[in-house]
């Protein structure tokens, strides 16, 4: 049986996601949206939603997904009534009724499987497998010196280089994590660097990781970017040209010597170990130094607030969580396997 099991792309934001997200929506049997704004404010604000074995409860998360002024449901050419109606008619979990906008994009283009994608979801790891016990997670890691140097350039990232460089090292250090605990068929890395030298090579090697058949469209993601790349997101405009090594090794040019000597000390360890060699910068000023460890404190602080208030939420759940979409969530749940026209009425 070939697997309906979601999968989801996460990363350092700047580490390639976008081109890699692309690669798999070309796949005949995979669809993967542009990134939406809904699953993650979602979940943490379950409890003002409401038990979704109660069909006006689901209508309302839909209908809030559907309408939401910053969901960017409008940029998936779903129809909204459509997938209210079938959030409705859906199974009532929490995770049925966010899937079921993967479902129905997935159905736009005549695809049986969906995925996701946004660089931040490798912080919310386990509440993606509380959604979706079956997910399986794809990690993109690029040389963390080209991320902050493209970041520093984005016109949506206000922050400085030092924030930048914790961001890239929390993205690492919960995907090393994930590795340790997930299962072996759940949790998947690989090197933008790789991927974009030989990707027929790294695309085979990711399609045996999913259980699908590898298609050369994936090579050719450029394809596809007219029409799954919104026009106002001008900073993924390299998604439209075909895949190259030429943007690797950037930060050469494109970082201050004085960045270079920080983010070798700070990250050193850890692009060693992702096999990025070092210049031997000369040591980097204590202070800048300093700034670092503020900024990763702060997101190890912020992160931990997030996770105890969760916590309690968790005591006392509104209602069933983990969608019952995919065969594999149905026999995780103990449920018989399920025909399409019951998850979709016509």
């Not at 106002?232 to 998604?239: C, D, G, I, P, S």
């Amino acid at each position: 049986m070939q697997s309906d099991r979601p999968i989801f792309v996460v990363g350092c934001p700047r580490s390639g996601t976008t081109m890699l997200q692309l690669m798999l929506h070309s796949h005949p049997r995979i669809a993967v949206p542009p990134e939406t704004r809904f699953l993650v404010p979602a979940y943490f604000s379950r409890r003002g939603y409401g038990d979704m074995r109660l069909a006006d409860n689901r209508r309302k998360l839909a209908t809030w997904i559907a309408e939401g002024r910053n969901t960017k449901f409008r940029e998936l050419g779903i129809d909204a009534e459509e997938y209210v109606r079938s959030a409705m008619l859906g199974p009532g979990s929490f995770g049925s009724v966010i899937g079921m906008v993967f479902k129905c994009y997935a159905e736009r283009f005549g695809k049986p499987r969906w995925g996701d994608k946004r660089p931040s979801y490798y912080r919310h790891v386990e509440m993606l497998m509380r959604l979706f016990p079956d997910a399986q997670f794809v990690h993109l890691v690029r040389d963390g010196r080209d991320c902050v140097a493209s970041l520093k350039e984005m016109p949506w990232y206000k922050p400085d280089a030092l924030h930048a460089m914790a961001n890239w090292a929390e993205a690492i250090d919960f995907g090393r994590r994930h590795a340790r605990k997930l299962p072996a068929d759940s949790f998947y890395e690989l090197r933008y660097e790789d991927l974009t030298a030989d990707p027929e090579s790294e695309l085979r090697k990711l399609c045996a990781f999913i259980g699908e058949e590898y298609d050369s469209g994936m090579c050719e993601p450029r394809h596809i970017a007219e029409l799954a790349v919104p026009k106002h997101k001008v900073w993924h405009t390299n998604t439209h040209s075909e895949v190259t090594t030429a943007h690797s090794g950037k930060w050469a040019t494109r970082l201050e010597p004085w960045e270079i000597a920080v983010a070798e000390e700070v990250l050193g360890e850890r692009l060693a170990a992702y096999g990025y060699e070092l210049t031997g910068a000369p040591k980097a000023d204590r202070q800048q130094v300093a700034g670092y460890k503020v900024e990763a404190a702060k997101r190890r602080s912020a992160r931990l607030r997030k996770y105890n208030r969760d916590r309690l939420t968790r005591l006392r759940e509104p209602g069933p969580i983990a969608a019952l979409l995919t065969e594999g969530q149905r026999v995780i749940a103990g449920l018989p396997q399920q025909r399409t026209r019951e998850l979709l009425p016509r």
